[in-house]
């Protein structure tokens, strides 16, 4: 019989609700504890999800209730101060992507984290998309050589940036979607970023009242000499039928690998003025139980606790994402390639659970 796993979410909003719906869906974890700094928020998920104990501080919420772990799902800038206290109050954790916004955050969350002894996930779900596990395990067999270069696209609709997330403006679509393109990457070539080259463009978001950057077009050069092109958007037309579009080119010296995982054909919903493609494999509900890999990858992390296995995505491999999204924004400013620098250790090997 496995033990049960007492989880805590703080960050109440709309992947904070997914992560509660995730956990009572598991027979082997109970949300013990729910936070969110808005108390009407914080009350009104606790009372819906029937979970006995709420806070608006994280700090008393870690002091009192009885947790072996957290999910922080706070905004993308707002994730460093919770995850030190949780390691301070010995609590493992699932921390949302991007792991953190800056270099400084990103040093003391994984030097607090390690000098605690818990353990740390980030959630990158893409390892989890079936056609990007597939073409991972393309590369892994051999099958296309190796991979001498790309191509990723990884943009979202405008309704993200200007009516999804209040805090648009405080993050940026790299934050939000790059940290998933990179992650894949840098996972699909089994290697970290040394060199980037960025350029973007501001203007439309900023015209709608979001300032932030409306598009990024990155040139990537790996360790071992990998190229690719990465692109990321919050401008693409609100009409597009899905709010993601994913497209992805990986050329071997044998081979390649094509990905469209937004507009595939697999089900198209048509009316007499809308098309609409369901999502089917990201974050779906089948019968109302939350099914789809971006729900396999916060599934991961529980299973891997109870378990007792080695993570998908480690604290650094994370931090690494997080140090070469911070040189593109650099390089995009400046219009220069830079140098990717302080990188962590990260064994590629291992982050199959
Ligand atoms: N893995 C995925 O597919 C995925 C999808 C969406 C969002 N996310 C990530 O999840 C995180 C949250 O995104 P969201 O869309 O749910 O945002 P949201 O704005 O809907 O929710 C954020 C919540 O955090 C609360 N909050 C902010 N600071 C807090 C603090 N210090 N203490 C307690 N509560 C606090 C806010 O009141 C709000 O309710 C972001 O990092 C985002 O990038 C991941």
Redesign the pocket.
């Known amino acids: 019989m496995k033990e049960q796993l007492k989880m805590a979410v703080?960050?109440?909003?709309?992947?904070?609700e997914n992560h509660i719906q995730i956990y009572q869906d598991d027979p082997f974890v109970t949300v013990t504890a729910v936070?969110?700094?808005?108390p009407e928020?914080a009350a009104g998920i606790a009372e819906k999800y029937g979970i006995s104990q709420y806070y608006t501080d994280?700090e008393e919420m870690f002091d009192k209730a009885d947790m072996d772990a957290v999910a922080i799902?706070?905004?993308?800038f707002?994730?460093k101060d919770?995850a030190v206290s949780a390691a301070r109050h010995g609590k493992h954790m699932l921390i949302?992507?991007p792991l953190a916004t800056t270099a400084d955050d990103v040093r003391v969350m994984v030097d607090e984290i390690n000098r605690c002894g818990v353990r740390a996930m980030v959630?990158l779900?893409n390892r989890f998309s079936p056609p990007f596990h597939a073409a991972w395990q393309s590369i892994r067999n051999g099958n296309l050589g190796e991979a001498y270069s790309g191509y990723f696209r990884l943009n979202d609709i405008k309704w993200v940036a200007t009516d999804l997330?209040?805090?648009a403006a405080g993050s940026s679509i790299l934050w939000?979607l790059g940290s998933h393109s990179l992650d894949t990457l840098r996972w699909l070539f089994q290697d970290d970023v040394v060199r980037v080259y960025s350029v973007s463009r501001s203007g439309i978001l900023k015209g709608m009242g979001v300032d932030t950057v409306d598009e990024y077009m990155t040139t990537l050069e790996f360790s071992r000499g990998a190229i690719v092109q990465m692109e990321n958007g919050w401008i693409t037309p609100n009409a597009n039928p899905c709010v993601n579009d994913i497209k992805c080119n990986i050329m071997g010296t044998k081979g390649m690998i094509s990905i469209d995982a937004s507009n595939h054909t697999m089900i198209q919903e048509y009316t007499e003025n809308s098309v609409r493609v369901p999502d089917v494999i990201v974050?779906n509900k089948i019968f109302g139980r939350p099914k789809g890999f971006?729900y396999d990858s916060i599934r991961a992390f529980t299973d891997c606790l109870i378990n007792n296995r080695e993570f998908p995505v480690s604290i650094s491999d994370a931090a690494n994402t997080t140090l070469t999204l911070l040189a593109i924004m650099e390089s995009a400013g400046t219009r220069m390639p830079v140098e990717v620098h302080g990188l962590y250790p990260v064994n590629w090997k291992s982050g199959t659970p």
């Open positions: 703080v960050g109440l909003g709309t992947w904070g936070c969110d700094q808005n928020r994280y799902v706070t905004p993308d707002a994730h919770i949302e992507k959630d779900h997330l209040p805090w939000f974050s971006a």
